[in-house]
C-alpha cells in the first residue's frame, strides 16, 4: 500500500489549506484514513482520524478548525485545515489501516510527510 500526500505549504496566521492523502496498491478494505503531525521537538501526535463508518476523531487543539473528510471511491483522505495558528506548524503523515486481502491482519501504513508552516 503507498501512500501520496499534497497541499502542504507556507500560510500565515488565519489562512487556510488543505491536505490530500490518495491510497494505492493492493487493498482490500480500509480500517480508518487519519492524519497526524510531528513538529520539532515533539512526539507525533493525532489530528483527526475517520473509519471505515464515516465517524470522526479529532485533537482537542484542532477542533473547530480542521474538517477530515474521505472519498471512498478514490481510497483518499482530506484535511481541511481553516483559521491555521503558528502552533499548527508541523509535518503532517498520513495513516492508513488497511487490509491487503480478506483474511489478512490489517496494518498501519504511513505517508512520507508533508510540511505545514504558518506565520505569525
Known amino acids: 500500500v503507498q501512500l501520496v500526500e499534497s497541499g502542504g505549504g507556507l500560510v500565515q496566521a488565519g489562512g487556510s489549506l488543505r491536505l490530500s492523502c490518495e491510497a494505492s496498491?493492493?487493498?482490500?478494505?480500509?480500517?480508518?484514513m487519519g492524519w497526524y503531525r510531528q513538529a520539532p521537538g515533539k512526539q507525533r501526535e493525532l489530528v483527526a482520524r475517520?473509519?471505515?463508518?464515516?465517524?470522526?476523531d479529532y485533537a482537542d487543539s484542532v477542533k473547530g478548525r480542521f474538517t477530515i473528510s474521505k472519498d471512498n471511491a478514490k481510497n483518499t483522505v482530506y484535511l481541511q485545515m481553516d483559521s491555521l495558528k503558528p502552533e499548527d506548524t508541523a509535518v503532517y503523515y498520513c495513516?492508513?489501516?488497511?487490509?491487503?486481502?480478506?483474511?489478512?491482519?490489517?496494518?498501519?501504513?504511513w505517508g512520507q510527510g508533508t510540511q505545514v508552516t504558518v506565520s505569525s
Open positions: 496498491g493492493s487493498i482490500f478494505s480500509i480500517n480508518t
Open positions: 475517520i473509519i471505515s463508518g464515516g465517524s470522526t
Open positions: 495513516q492508513v489501516v488497511a487490509r491487503t486481502s480478506a483474511l489478512g491482519y490489517a496494518y498501519d501504513y
